[in-house]
């Protein structure tokens, strides 16, 4: 008789564990779909900055126009956005770690959409300026933001795919910022676009506050955001800053982010439509596929230097390609459709610049995550701080000074003699892999089990 009772409560148990388990498995399958549709919304965020990023690139004419300038003014003028992105990101780091991202990320994109107004209604150099630098300010923790929602909502495995979601959509947006933008502008004019660009961050805003929450337990936010935090941040940024290799990575990332910063984001229209002699909107289609390819070398550096177990040799051979792409690009004269592979291909090597983000978390513990990618995209976006200025003064050093309605007109040569800096700048990131440690998880793992087995023969 107690057999049968014991079986009967075996048989009990065995059906409550069960049922239990597929609760279990239901409630995750709900929170993993609330999760991605709450980093997706985080992603359309840094979709819309992206956008907000490029969208100089196509508006060149309009801009020297509209602000009265020259080429090195455009470049101080559009370089306020970077001094603001790289400055922000570390305080955000420690901000979004301690208190969540859903109040940064609403104020980011209501930050965005008004300075877009404010850019299209001004013919101010220093209010453009002010403008540009508040964008800036929002765009800086879209990709943060993003990647912390990922690990508050879903499981550690789906960190990656986060990482490239977000890098994925950036792209996305880059594109939109290209040649459909582009249209927008030949239709409306400049004001109308940048009005149509505050329109979308406003609605990217309303979006935002209603459906993400920092953490799946909204109904105890603080303690849930307090278990994440640092105690002594500044303990960790110091750290970061003494180790080499942080170094050493970040200005691999800021080198290798040029062309995107130049090309991408500020000149590439104007030089492709001078070299080619094409129309803007066929200028704006060739630099976004630069973006395309982005979109595509982005998951394949990933895969691999997974299946190759190496962070470095990706980077390295990503760095070379990178570099004499430009070189040709640059330098000779190409037909059209040559242009348009060698933007793809130079979009794609360019990507393999994203494995210094993993790289540098491998390298430092995890609870600094989150500020090491701050720190490193901090330097990354110190290349339109410094280069932009540059090379806008030297396309005016190597400018004939003829004008056009009082808008500068600028030859082929000139944009090849200043954007020249950019092959010989990626060559020197080249030159940088050679001091680059290996940080891939199962190289270091071999590597400490392969120094035991030499203590163990000793």
Known sequence: MKSITRCFQIVALKHWITKEAESFSITMKKKNIKGWTIVMCSALFYMYQF?????????????????????????????????AYAGMQLPLGITIDRFGPRIFLCAAALLCASSCFLFGHTTHPIVGGAARFMMGMGSACGLISTIKLGTLWLPPKHVAKVTGMALLMGTAGASLGGAPLEMVLHRVGFTRTMEVLGCIGLGVAVLTFFLVNNHPTTNQPKEAVRAGSHEHPLTDLALLIKTPQTWILATYGMLMYLPITAIGVVWG????????????????????????????????????????????????????????????IITCQLPLYLLYALFFLAGF??????????????LMPLKMSALAVAFLNAIVMCTGVIFLPIIGALIDMHWNGKTI??????????????????????????VITIFMKETHPEKQINQERDLLMGDDVL
């Not at 360019?350 to 491998?362: D, H, Q, R, V």
């Not at 009082?406 to 990131?429: G, M, Q």
Request: charged share 10%; glycine share 6%; hydrophobic share 55%.
């Open 269 to 328: 229209v104007s030089f492709v439509k001078s070299i080619a002699g094409v129309s803007e909107a066929v200028a704006a289609s060739v630099v976004s596929t630069l973006f395309f390819g982005a979109a595509l070398g982005s998951p394949f550096f990933a895969y691999y230097s997974d299946f190759t177990k190496s962070r470095r040799l990706p980077m390295v051979l990503g760095a070379l390609v990178t570099t004499v792409l430009w070189l040709v």
């Open 405 to 430: 309605d009082n808008v500068p007109l600028y030859t082929p040569e000139d944009y090849r003699f200043a954007l020249l800096i950019i092959p010989i700048l990626l060559a020197a990131s080249c």
């Open 51 to 83: 956008m907000v990023r490029v969208s100089p690139n196509i508006m060149n004419g309009e801009l020297l126009a509209n602000f009265c300038i020259d080429s090195a003014g455009l470049g101080i003028l559009l370089g306020a956005y970077n001094w």
């Open 349 to 362: 090597a360019y990507t393999s610049k994203s494995l210094s983000f993993a790289a540098i978390c491998e």
